[in-house]
């Protein structure tokens, strides 16, 4: 400006340098304070227990899942086996009844058609009128069954069965067995490819310790003291046999030994003497000295009719009748249900016939159970 205090044109006004600041120092950021962590760390943390109890409960509805389905398919399986198992006491039961009935009527059909009596002789509606009561029907008279334990198939409601019936006085009684027959029939159970002296003589002697009275132990047999030795917890019984499934108690009894003895003994009182006329034939063997053989040879020729008269029948064309006479009155009766899968249930029981009686006839016992091997004695 001049000094008259007009600014000239020309002049410019006059800059002031700036005044830059001091650069500050890169200095690194104060760290977060402990509380702050501690807050995200608090609001994390619900986040992680939420996904583990998803997880838990998830495995849990599995776990849940998987075991209804089970206990569905283990009732399911109960359910089946439940009915199956009435199914077939009902249809044993009706071919007892069958049978009672069949030994209580008076046939008339020739013996050698009553020993292959089969599946023919039978129809439904005769099950069905004897067994359940449904339907009608007559069981057909005009065969019998031969009570010689033989096992017959019988076919039923699409079913097989295995029938086995046996007169009970055709049978030796476990309790009058002399040392003699008793090895005999041991032997007859071992058979001739595996006859064993020494086990034959200790199962005899040990048989006849268990019924007789005493605790003085016989050559071979077992009383308490060896009993105890083999880890038992029970002795020898010192009285008469009351079932012949006590026989599996005796010590050292093979289970195929007892399953082919059983069939041949009986512990009832039938009247003293064996009734051989439906004898099997390792009781004729036992009783008569026959080789087991010749015996099953008599067996055979007595179901065909050559037995007594036969050959003075057949001379006169005339047929053997069924002898209305079969035994009795004691019987025993075994069904087996026959399946693919081999065999099923078996059915034992044990009948008194009873013609007089208030009632046609008894069930003493009767037995539910799985069928075992057969119980045939071996032979070449």
Do not use: C
């Not at 002031?16 to 608090?42: D, G, I, N, T």
């Not at 599946?119 to 439904?124: D, K, S």
């Amino acid at each position: 400006m001049t000094k008259t205090g007009k600014r000239s044109w020309l002049q410019l006004p006059q800059l002031q340098p700036r005044q830059l600041q001091p650069r500050q120092s890169l200095q690194p950021k104060p760290k977060r304070q402990p509380q702050l962590q501690a807050q995200r760390q608090a609001r994390a943390q619900p986040r992680g227990i939420a996904l583990v109890l998803v997880m838990w409960v998830l495995s849990l509805l599995t776990v849940m899942a998987l075991a209804l389905t089970q206990i569905q398919r283990t009732e399911g399986a109960l359910t089946a086996n439940q009915l199956e198992s009435a199914r077939f006491r009902a249809q044993a039961n009706a071919v007892l009844n069958l049978l009672a009935l069949n030994l209580l009527s008076t046939p008339a059909t020739p013996f050698e058609d009553a020993a292959t009596f089969g599946a023919a002789a039978l129809n439904a509606t005769a099950f069905a009128g004897a067994g359940a009561g449904a339907g009608a029907g007559a069981v057909d008279e005009t065969h019998a069954w031969i009570p010689d334990g033989q096992p017959r198939t019988l076919e039923w409601d699409n079913e097989r069965f295995i029938v086995t019936l046996s007169n009970e006085g055709s049978k030796i009684n476990l309790n009058a067995i002399s040392r003699e027959q008793l090895g005999r029939l041991i032997a007859l159970a071992q058979g001739d490819e595996n006859p064993d002296e020494q086990l034959r003589d200790q199962l005899a002697d040990a048989m006849l310790d268990w019924r007789d009275q005493n605790d003085l132990a016989l050559l071979n047999g077992a009383e308490d003291p060896d009993y105890a030795s083999a880890g038992l917890p029970y002795g020898a019984a010192d009285r008469p046999f009351r079932s012949v499934e006590e026989l599996r108690q005796v010590l050292g009894m093979p289970a195929v030994i007892y399953q082919r003895l059983a069939p041949s003994l009986t512990v009832e009182e039938t009247g003293g003497q064996v009734d051989q006329a439906f004898a099997a034939a390792p009781v004729l063997a036992v009783l008569n000295g026959y080789l087991l053989e010749d015996a099953q040879r008599l067996v055979e020729e007595r179901s065909q009719g050559l037995f007594g008269e036969a050959e003075a029948e057949a001379e006169a064309n005339a047929p053997q009748r069924a002898p209305l006479d079969r035994g009795g009155p004691l019987y025993h009766i075994q069904v087996t249900q026959q399946r693919l899968s081999g065999r099923g249930p078996t059915m034992q029981a044990l009948i008194r016939l009873e013609p007089g009686g208030q009632s046609a006839f008894e069930t003493l016992w009767q037995r539910f159970g799985i069928s075992s091997a057969s119980p045939g004695l071996a032979a070449d």
